[in-house]
T-cell receptor
Framework: GENVEQHPSTLSVQEGDSAVIKCTYS??????FPWYKQELGKRPQLIID?????GEKKDQRIAVTLNKTAKHFSLHITETQPEDSAVYFC??????????FGKGTRLSVIA | GAVVSQHPSWVICKSGTSVKIECRSL??????MFWYRQFPKQSLMLMAT?????????EQGVEKDKFLINHASLTLSTLTVTSAHPEDSSFYIC????????????FGPGTRLTVL
């Protein structure tokens, strides 16, 4: 089955700097790669996703890149703000199979 | 957008009792619903996949007789934690597929279960 590895587990950045979180996956048939932001006690919120027919996607300060050959994808947050502080999860799936989540990255943006 | 509700949002129960959690897709028909469990400071772990009108598929290590899943309609799935014990205390989250693009899952707000 699919296995998703996520790094780093914690990340601290100064406000205004960029943050990068990386994930690798094992199942070459996976074709959907979402990123979620989760605040304490709340549901995961989809912030951006990418499908296997695309190499990069951007939405304002957030971007995701996908390298299918290497089976890794990354989340890039630019101009970080204190409200970006949260736990971020990457995930992978194919078709309507369940999402397999990475272990999460706790991002702290220091003002 | 697609909305998934979950009820209750939190519940405290005594050890040995059963607790039912409901997951509803409010504005779409969910072809599939998933149940996840999340312990503090950990990731979401899939417990089972639920399809309307058929038996749920449980992940390895999840006891199907303890965590009963019923998917009676295209908008409702329930998870019953039977004979709950303190180690079952966790954040239970459901998600549903069918309200958006292919693969896209919509999460419920979660249920915080505390077993005393």
């Amino acid at each position: 089955g699919e296995n998703v590895e996520q790094h780093p587990s914690t990340l601290s950045v100064q406000e205004g700097d960029s943050a990068v979180i990386k994930c690798t996956y094992s199942d070459s048939a996976s074709n959907y790669f979402p990123w979620y932001k989760q605040e304490l006690g709340k549901r995961p919120q989809l912030i951006i996703d990418i499908r296997s027919n695309v190499g990069e996607k951007k939405d304002q300060r957030i971007a995701v890149t996908l390298n299918k050959t290497a089976k890794h994808f990354s989340l890039h947050i630019t101009e970080t703000q204190p409200e970006d502080s949260a736990v971020y999860f990457c995930a992978a799936s194919r078709g309507n199979t369940p999402l397999v989540f990475g272990k999460g990255t706790r991002l702290s943006v220091i003002a | 957008g697609a909305v998934v509700s979950q009820h209750p949002s939190w519940v405290i129960c005594k050890s040995g009792t059963s607790v039912k959690i409901e997951c509803r897709s409010l504005d779409f028909q969910a072809t599939t619903m998933f149940w996840y469990r999340q312990f503090p400071k950990q990731s979401l772990m899939l417990m089972a996949t639920s399809n309307e009108g058929s038996k749920a598929t449980y992940e390895q290590g999840v006891e199907k007789d303890k965590f009963l899943i019923n998917h009676a309609s295209l908008t409702l799935s329930t998870l019953t934690v039977t004979s709950a014990h303190p180690e079952d205390s966790s954040f239970y989250i459901c998600s549903a597929v069918g309200g958006g693009a292919m693969n896209e899952q919509f999460f419920g707000p979660g249920t915080r279960l505390t077993v005393l």
